[in-house]
């Protein structure tokens, strides 16, 4: 457990039981990040978006091979985190793991909710004896980008420019 400003971070596994949940933060995350580039709500939160999104948490949380973890504030589900093997196939996962997704809810971002979530990242690397962690960052979530940049990150000259509908 860890502090944040305002309560206690209670990181634990996450169930099926909190996707519902999930799928609401991560909305509320999509709207608000992608929002602050310049995509109204009606183009960030679809039906179409709304069922993969509820598919792919349902499959990261019942998956064997990926980690979904949830942080929870006060009793209520603040932030979520989804890792697991690289993506790439040009990267071991014997070495290697990748930080697919942190969500935090917009109204608890810069309380350190994002923090606690990301040193569990961490701990799992180390736990699992892993010497390289992996990420994507679309290129226009600057937010996000800063957050990495501040835990460490550094860019590898891959770029990601984004959603196909989130144009310049």
Known sequence: MSCVEGGAVEIREAGLGDLSGIVELHSRARVAYYGAGGLPTEEVLTPELAREQREGWAAAIT????????????????????????????????????????????????????GALHAMFVRHLAHEGLVLGVLEVWERNTRARAFYTRHGWRPDGTSRPGPAWWSS
């Open 63 to 114: 998956s064997a091979r990926k980690q979904v973890r949830v942080a929870i504030v006060d009793g209520v589900l603040a932030g979520v985190l989804a890792m697991g093997p690289p993506h790439s196939s040009d990267l071991d996962p014997r070495t290697t793991a990748q930080l697919y997704q942190i969500h935090v809810d917009p109204g608890l971002w810069a309380r350190g909710v994002g």
